[in-house]
Nanobody, 121 residues
Framework: QVQVVESGGGLVQPGGSLRLSCTASGERSSIGTGAWHYQAPGKQRMVVAT???????NYAESVKGRFTISRDNAEKMVYLQLNNLQPEDTGIYYCSLSVRPRLGAPYRDYWGLGTQVTVSS
């Protein structure tokens, strides 16, 4: 059983920073592509950043220059550094990981339950 768990959300003032972390617990032979998604209240979820197993990254235009996705393959962690946060960044941030639970098994996408980020003065 694979579970994806996010952490690091919280309340921050405009201009502040947060670092979100994501890992897969349980069976997790290897982790492929990781992604962070953002959902504002009352709006659809959108992808903000992705990172492949070899470290290639892509970002939504709205976060380029402010957010940085990274990974630690040894620790099987994916991170999202959020800088210069603004009130419009408020929402729930979800992590998705492509996980191969054991050797020979196919990769499958797993989602976390999300972590709340609130930007307010």
């Amino acid at each position: 059983q694979v579970q994806v768990v996010e952490s690091g959300g919280g309340l921050v003032q405009p201009g502040g920073s947060l670092r979100l972390s994501c890992t897969a617990s349980g069976e997790r032979s290897s982790i492929g592509t990781g992604a962070w998604h953002y959902q504002a209240p009352g709006k659809q979820r959108m992808v903000v950043a992705t990172i492949t197993s070899i470290g290639s990254t892509n970002y939504a235009e709205s976060v380029k220059g402010r957010f940085t996705i990274s990974r630690d393959n040894a620790e099987k962690m994916v991170y999202l550094q959020l800088n210069n946060l603004q009130p419009e960044d408020t929402g729930i941030y979800y992590c998705s990981l492509s996980v191969r639970p054991r050797l020979g098994a196919p990769y499958r996408d797993y989602w976390g339950l999300g972590t709340q980020v609130t930007v307010s003065s």
